[in-house]
């Protein structure tokens, strides 16, 4: 079970959520384009088309939105939205009908 502290409400995990044309070989590049930067820029994959990130505060959360924005493919939805850990961490996660944890926060700061 996690543990509540303030930097629960501090710390926060930046969403990616995405809706991209794969029907021509261009759309497909687009589409691995931007999975594949928001793999670089530390996302992880909770579900198809919905990547997260924990991000320490609400100024490194503004420097991520800024490189998604600049790595946007030119077709397509893409949503970005941030919460706090501690609303994360209330976020109820099945595996067919088992209850699963939800993902945890870094143990240490990423540097990027």
């Known amino acids: ?7 629960a409400y501090r710390g926060m995990w930046l969403f ?7 029907e021509t070989a261009e759309n497909r590049r687009d589409y691995t384009r ?3 930067t928001l ?3 530390g996302f992880m994959k909770l579900q198809y088309s ?19 924005r600049r790595s946007l493919p030119p077709h397509g939805q893409v949503r970005l939205m941030a919460i ?11 595996y067919g009908k088992k209850p699963q944890e939800t993902e945890e926060p870094p143990k240490q700061f990423m540097l990027f």
């Open 50 to 68: 919905v990547y997260a990130r924990y991000i320490p505060s609400e100024e490194a959360a503004q420097a991520h939105r800024g490189a998604v």
């Open 39 to 41: 793999l670089k820029a």
């Open 34 to 36: 931007f999975r594949k």
């Open 1 to 7: 079970m996690r543990r509540l502290n303030l930097s």
């Open 16 to 22: 990616a959520m995405f809706d991209l044309p794969v």
């Open 84 to 94: 706090t850990d501690h609303q994360f961490g209330k976020m109820e996660v099945f």
